[in-house]
């Protein structure tokens, strides 16, 4: 099984990589062993239970690592999100007493679209059994695509213009609505480890996370992110959402864009519209 590097999982440091080995097991299916360490920060200030945003993310990784160091595509293309969805199928997604969350994950290359004989669109499920299931779906750029698209945007740099503490700042809530902006820590490991020139996907779906964590008691068994746009990094960010007895529909919005919708349910069950 051949073991990654963190660069084939996009991610500077090996702290942030979660997989570490990918294996092929037929034209479209693979297994990717993956780690969720204890440690992380993000699973503070209670470590024994499993932040649905490191699930999410560790199937993002094994995709990318796939693709990169599974089909050799290198480090030449951009991965463009469209869309991700997790399933929570537990009740008891806690680490275990000692140590990591460990286990193979199973990933399905379920649809793959190509242009000029190159992989362009990818639809992705996904699998630990007996724990979490999802999807994603992405579009592979070449750098010279995405920098065409990408050619006016503010990049990441040295110099750090604001921090908070708090991700998700409520402005207002009352028993069916919450507004709320966004208020960054661009000195964040996790979400800034590498220089970035938009807003990271995985930053708004842990944004999901903790509004409906913060709304029900406890973190989404279902939650769903697109992104139609991207998001500026220094832009400000107001997310509007309305509530219901089981769950959030958001919308992300930098002025009159909306650069990403969220849905999220208590069942995991749940299929969206």
Not at 102 to 119: C, W
Request: glycine share 6%.
């Amino acid at each position: 099984m051949p073991l990654i590097d963190s660069s084939a999982a996009h991610r500077s440091t090996r702290s942030e990589t979660l997989v570490w080995a990918i294996e092929q097991l037929s034209e479209q299916s693979w297994s990717a062993d993956i780690e969720i360490p204890r440690s992380h920060w993000l699973c503070h200030p209670t470590p024994h239970r499993v932040p649905v945003t490191l699930l999410a993310e560790a199937f993002r990784q094994a995709g990318l690592a796939i693709c990169v160091a599974g089909w050799g595509m290198g480090q030449s293309v951009q991965f463009v999100v469209s869309t991700m969805t997790l399933r929570v199928e537990t009740d008891d997604l806690y680490f275990p007493r000692f140590g990591g969350l460990e286990g193979k994950l199973e990933v399905t290359f379920a649809d793959i679209r190509y242009r000029k004989d190159l992989p362009y669109l990818l639809e992705v499920d996904y699998r630990l059994p007996g724990v979490a299931s999802g999807h994603v779906g992405a579009r592979v750029l070449s750098d010279r695509e995405y920098g065409a698209i990408r050619r006016n945007a503010d990049r990441l740099g040295d110099e750090v213009r604001e921090t908070s503490t708090q991700l998700v700042d409520v402005l207002e809530q009352d028993a069916d609505h919450v507004r709320a902006r966004l208020a960054l820590n661009e000195t964040d490991p996790f979400f800034f480890d590498h220089p970035v020139d938009h807003l990271p996907g995985m930053l708004l779906l842990h944004a999901s996370a903790l509004l409906h964590e913060d709304v029900y008691g406890a973190p989404p068994r279902f939650l769903t992110v697109s992104f139609p746009a991207f998001g500026e990094l220094r832009m400000e960010t107001v997310v509007e959402a309305s509530l219901s007895s089981h769950g959030i529909d958001a919308a992300y919005l930098q002025g009159e864009r909306t650069i990403a919708t969220a849905v999220s349910d208590i069942d995991h069950a749940v299929i969206p519209n």
